[in-house]
């Protein structure tokens, strides 16, 4: 086995054990956001955390155990490697890219070193939506009873005709 064999698997298991990590903690997230409040509530980052420890549970052991059972197996050719894992960096800095843009951002023309994805820029009186989570109604149990108002004419010099100075149950 050569070094750089040894250096794919040492870093492809390091990445399946960080993408688990990183599966088990959006999941427990979502768990305790959906559980406590009355409204379940779905942030974007909950979203990305769960498809990136998704498909690296995936494809990750894919390429580990194939790899090892199977000598010159499709899966484990330098090409289809090279596309996965080119695939799930392209995804990733695609979705850090649209986080930074929808914060007002200029994310597109500058290098990854420089680009601000998390950066809130100060807006100049335009509503900005970034953070805004998903709001998911719950089923009512209770009947939704919207209020009854009336216009009634203040500071006026006598009674208003039709109405008691008694509240009206």
Do not use: C
């Amino acid at each position: 086995m050569s070094s750089i064999s040894k250096f794919r698997i040492a870093a492809l298991s390091l990445s399946l054990f960080l993408g688990l990590v990183v599966l088990g903690l959006a999941v427990h997230w979502i768990q305790i956001t959906t559980s406590v409040i009355r409204f379940t509530i779905i942030y974007d980052f909950e979203i990305v955390a769960l498809v990136a420890g998704v498909l690296t549970a995936l494809f990750l052991p894919l390429m580990l155990v194939v790899g090892q059972i199977r000598r010159g197996a499709f899966i484990s050719k330098v090409t289809v490697e090279l596309v996965t894992l080119i695939f799930l960096y392209t995804v990733t800095l695609l979705v850090l890219a649209l986080v930074g843009q929808s914060r007002g951002n200029t994310v597109w023309n500058t290098s990854v070193a420089e680009a601000h994805f998390f950066e809130n820029k100060p807006n100049n009186g335009s509503p900005q939506l970034y953070g805004v989570p998903l709001y998911i109604q719950t089923p009512a149990t209770y009947p939704l009873v919207t209020p009854q108002y009336t216009m009634v004419q203040q500071y006026s010099a006598g009674p208003v005709p039709g109405h008691s100075a008694l509240p009206q149950v």
